[in-house]
């Protein structure tokens, strides 16, 4: 998927909404436009990495990858650390499996969201 940029003043009313306190999640909540929703959030966790200054801040290696999951953190939020895209989800989960073992990521859980079968053992 090609990267969508948001405008600038997308992307200063999102980093208006973090600073303010509010979540990529609450932000999400808040657009209007449903279609372009998913869009927003993810532009939303990038925004906050910036502002937390942890975007494209770790090297990436199997093991780094494997220690942000480990210590509960969804794909996206490790693809901007790591690659500084959330979009890059699947070579974010590539050197996961890596470090884990082949199929580790699908089996990976953060304890968020629906759990498929293929995530079981």
Same mark, same amino acid.
């Given at each position: 998927?090609?990267? %969508?940029? %948001?405008?600038?003043?997308?992307?200063?009313?999102?980093?208006?909404? =973090? &600073?303010?306190? =509010?979540?990529?999640?609450? #932000?999400?909540?808040?657009?209007?436009?449903?279609?372009?929703?998913?869009?927003? !959030? =993810?532009?939303? @966790?990038?925004?906050?990495?910036? $502002?937390?200054?942890?975007?494209?801040? @770790? #090297?990436?290696?199997?093991?780094?990858?494997?220690? $942000?999951?480990?210590?509960? =953190?969804?794909?996206?939020? @490790?693809?901007?650390?790591?690659?500084?895209?959330?979009?890059?989800? #699947?070579?974010?989960?590539? $050197?996961?499996?890596?470090?884990?073992?082949?199929?580790?990521?699908?089996?990976? !859980?953060?304890?968020?969201?629906? &759990? !498929?079968?293929?995530? %079981?053992?």
């Amino acid at each position: 998927m090609a990267k %969508r940029y %948001r405008s600038a003043s997308e992307r200063f009313a999102i980093q208006r909404q =973090l &600073r303010a306190g =509010l979540t990529p999640d609450q #932000i999400q909540a808040r657009f209007r436009n449903r279609a372009r929703a998913h869009e927003i !959030y =993810l532009t939303a @966790i990038e925004e906050e990495a910036r $502002l937390e200054k942890t975007y494209r801040s @770790i #090297i990436p290696t199997p093991d780094s990858v494997a220690r $942000l999951r480990e210590n509960g =953190l969804r794909w996206e939020r @490790i693809a901007v650390r790591v690659f500084g895209e959330p979009r890059w989800v #699947i070579a974010a989960k590539a $050197l996961y499996d890596h470090a884990r073992g082949r199929g580790a990521a699908r089996h990976s !859980y953060t304890g968020r969201g629906r &759990r !498929y079968p293929a995530m %079981r053992d």
